[in-house]
Structure formats: structure tokens, C-alpha cells
């Protein structure tokens, strides 16, 4: 009976190994941030990215939450404006290294709110 208990779930982890992997995110969040990694190389100053990042028609701010202890600008949160994120979240977050450079690029988005100073355009 032990024997056929484990069988049963390596066969099912198996099973579930060979599945594809699906991304949760729109597609047009996965292409904005595509857009930004191709933009934005890694390394690049977080001051920089912002710009670039609101040069492709993002708004962005730096993320302070105040029960988080977030270093000051390793981590700017972008959508496509302040009404979106106000109801989705954020659509793509740029994370920076420890000197303050572009460590990565995600496009998973952060269900958190606009700041209070957020004013769409």
C-alpha cells in the first residue's frame, strides 16, 4: 500500500512538471516591461532609469512604505498612470543593486496603492 501511495505522487509530480508555466500578468504589462529591459541595461543608475522609463510614457515613483524599510531609490514602481495604479497596482518595478544601479526589471505587479501626491496627467 506504501508502495502504490508513492508511485501514485511521483506519477502526479511528474504530471505536473511537464505542464507550462504561465506568467499572470497582461500581456501589455509583460511588453511594457520588455520595453523598459530593452531601454534600461542593468547597471544602469536608478536616477537615469526613472527618466528613461517616463520618456516611454510611464509614471513612476519611488516606493516608501512606512512600515518597510526601503533604502531611498532601489525601488521605483511604474504603471501607465496614476488612475491605473490606483485600481490594479503597479505594472513594472525596477530594483536596484546596493549602489543604487538597475539590478532588475519585473514585470509582476505590485498590488499597492498611488501615493496620495500621484496626479495623472
Wanted: proline fraction near 10%; aromatic fraction near 4%; hydrophobic fraction near 45%.
Amino acid at each position: 500500500m506504501l508502495r502504490a501511495s508513492v508511485a501514485v505522487l511521483v506519477l502526479l509530480s511528474a504530471c505536473t512538471l511537464d505542464e507550462p508555466v504561465e506568467n499572470p500578468s497582461p500581456p501589455e504589462v509583460l511588453a511594457a516591461a520588455q520595453t523598459l529591459r530593452a531601454k534600461i541595461p542593468i547597471g544602469t543608475p536608478m536616477d537615469d532609469a526613472k527618466a528613461e522609463a517616463e520618456a516611454q510614457g510611464m509614471l513612476c515613483y519611488w516606493a516608501a512604505q512606512p512600515n518597510t524599510e526601503i533604502a531611498p531609490k532601489s525601488l521605483l514602481l511604474c504603471s501607465p498612470s496614476c488612475d491605473y495604479s490606483r485600481r490594479h497596482g503597479w505594472w513594472v518595478t525596477l530594483a536596484a543593486s546596493e549602489d543604487t544601479r538597475v539590478a532588475t526589471i519585473e514585470e509582476a505587479p505590485m498590488r499597492g496603492f498611488a501615493p496620495l501626491s500621484c496626479v495623472s496627467p
